[in-house]
């Protein structure tokens, strides 16, 4: 029994798609540098969580947070 519930816990969740980007994607989408996406990250701007535990774990981006955050960027750049 335990060896079954042990097998089950630690099977992988099988997605058929993302809803998360990472860094170095949401870096391109965005058009900035890596580090700029995190520092993003860091003030809030964008959501996102680590996958592992640590200080040197990776970001994922959420992609509806990435999509808020083109929409205001158009919204604020578009000419008047």
């Known amino acids: ?40 990250i860091r003030r809030g701007e964008l959501r996102a969580f680590k996958q592992t535990l640590g200080l040197t774990a990776p970001y994922r981006i959420y992609k509806d947070s990435l999509d808020e955050f083109l929409k205001k960027r158009e919204t604020i750049n578009r000419p008047k």
Request: aromatic share 4%; proline share 2%; glycine share 2%.
């Open 1 to 40: 029994m335990l060896i079954t519930l042990m097998a089950f816990m630690t099977k992988p969740k099988k997605t058929t798609s993302r809803d998360w980007v990472t860094v170095d994607e949401a870096a391109e989408v965005v058009g900035a540098r890596r580090e700029t996406v995190i520092r993003m």
